[in-house]
Nanobody
Framework: QVQVVASGGGLVQPGGSLRLSCAAS????????IGWFRQAPGKAREGVSC????????DYADSVKGRFTISRGNAKNTVHLQMNNLNPEDTAVYYCAADFTGRDAPYVCYEGNYDFWGQGTQVTVSS
């Protein structure tokens, strides 16, 4: 069964850190671009950080640059999102997704190419 499972969300105070994990089964995650997206209440879903399989190119939303780091895990078939210095504006449901299309994209986090989505994990930043 092909699936991606996001985990690692939770409640954290402003300035704190969380590490999200995206675990894939039924396919080799290394072969595809993998992205983290988030959706806050009342807002559109946005790309947070993505990594391209072919050359390891990464992409970050301006709002998270310098605070978030995407990486492929030591455990096979995982991708992590290390989130540091979190602030309340980071509160959202975070989703990981895979690009099975392989189409050319203007940037790595081009959402239109991500066609396989997992369930989300809630991240809440609050004091």
């Amino acid at each position: 069964q092909v699936q991606v499972v996001a985990s690692g969300g939770g409640l954290v105070q402003p300035g704190g850190s969380l590490r999200l994990s995206c675990a894939a089964s039924g396919f080799t995650l290394d072969a595809y671009a993998i992205g983290w997206f988030r959706q806050a209440p009342g807002k559109a879903r946005e790309g947070v950080s993505c990594i391209r399989s072919s050359d390891g190119t990464t992409d970050y939303a301006d709002s998270v640059k310098g605070r978030f780091t995407i990486s492929r895990g030591n455990a096979k078939n995982t991708v992590h999102l290390q989130m540091n210095n979190l602030n309340p504006e980071d509160t959202a449901v975070y989703y990981c997704a895979a690009d099975f299309t392989g189409r050319d994209a203007p940037y790595v986090c081009y959402e239109g190419n991500y066609d396989f989505w997992g369930q989300g994990t809630q991240v809440t930043v609050s004091s």
